[in-house]
Nanobody, 126 residues
Framework: VQLQAYGGGLVQAGGSLRLSCAASGRTFSNGAMGWFRQAPGKEREFVAAIRWRERNTSYGDSVKGRFTISRDSAENTVYLQMNSLIPDDTAVYYC????????????????????WGQGTQVTVSS
């Protein structure tokens, strides 16, 4: 299984970006996909996740109300729409997946996800 992330780049504060992550090799129809991020000198942070079948979503506190995660079964792709971006959103964003359905309380945990994609850089200028 491979996860390929797209859509990172440079944007001004207040702007928007949409990240995409396409899964190949198998589907996550019985599991979940999501995003983590890591800024220079900081620990990795949970951003958002979605349980594939039920479409339950979970968000990190720092992005609630600004970011939206969604998925497209036909494309086997998960999206992260990021609005009202701030400089603190600058980080490498990692797409993650689990082929097993996590309980809701586990959606924010790194150990839930056993498949990690390469990161995509998001830079927000002030």
């Amino acid at each position: 299984v491979q996860l390929q992330a797209y859509g990172g780049g440079l944007v001004q504060a207040g702007g928007s970006l949409r990240l995409s992550c396409a899964a190949s090799g198998r589907t996550f129809s019985n599991g979940a996909m999501g995003w983590f991020r890591q800024a220079p000198g900081k620990e990795r942070e949970f951003v958002a996740a979605i349980r594939w079948r039920e479409r339950n979503t979970s968000y990190g506190d720092s992005v609630k109300g600004r970011f939206t995660i969604s998925r497209d079964s036909a494309e086997n792709t998960v999206y992260l729409q990021m609005n009202s971006l701030i400089p603190d959103d600058t980080a490498v964003y990692y797409c993650v997946g689990s082929t097993q359905r996590p309980i809701l309380s586990a959606m924010q945990l790194e150990r839930t996800y056993h498949i990690w994609g390469q990161g995509t850089q998001v830079t927000v200028s002030s």
